[in-house]
């Protein structure tokens, strides 16, 4: 009888082994991928954080779009915020966009972090995960700079105040501006 409840136990084992192994090839095999340089950006509507009505990134075709992914636990997020409101407030005047978009984020603590760092650019909830999801979002912060036309000039994933992206970030915000 023991060496029955020990094959039974052990064909039960590699019997969760094989389900995770086959949901780890199905994870991978269905995992989105961020756009790529070039590559039309995913379009999405997305619910005001902390205001009435959605956003549509459509809306915004014919003008370059910053497009950042942060959240409130996030350090780097932080110090990125004062970063991206500078450059929203000198962009803006020529028709940049910058929409941020909130990651695995609780509503309270997104608004926190909002007016804590006086961010004054549209913020956007994305509860579900799946805008973050087509945008193959995995970490915070992560950026894209977005052209006229709604093409990814480029993906920034890492904060922007990071010496390696911090020129490239300025460099993105002509191009797609010009």
């Known amino acids: 009888m023991t060496g029955r409840l020990k094959l039974t136990g052990q064909l039960l084992a590699l019997a969760c082994v094989a389900g995770l192994l086959a949901l780890l090839v199905w994870k991978l095999t269905h995992q989105e991928h961020a756009p790529r340089v070039g590559a039309v950006a995913p379009g999405f509507t997305l619910q005001r954080l902390g205001g009435p009505g959605t956003v549509s990134l459509s809306s ?12 409130s636990w996030c350090n780097p997020c932080k110090g990125e915020a004062v970063v991206l409101q500078r450059d929203w407030t000198r962009y803006r005047s020529r ?84």
């Not at 609780?106 to 087509?134: K, Y």
Request: net charge neutral; charged share 20%; hydrophobic share 45%.
């Open 60 to 71: 915004y075709r014919g003008r370059p779009v910053v497009l950042n992914f942060w959240a």
């Open 95 to 178: 028709g940049v966009v910058f929409l941020g978009v909130d990651y695995h984020d609780l509503a309270p603590d997104a608004r926190r972090f909002i007016g804590a760092h006086e961010l004054t650019f549209p913020m956007l909830e994305d509860g579900s995960g799946q805008v973050t999801g087509r945008y193959g979002i995995h970490q915070v912060p992560e950026t894209y700079v977005l052209s006229r036309q709604g093409r990814v000039v480029a993906h920034l994933a890492g904060p922007i105040t990071a010496p390696g992206f911090a020129a490239d970030f300025r460099d993105a915000l002509a191009k797609a501006a010009a």
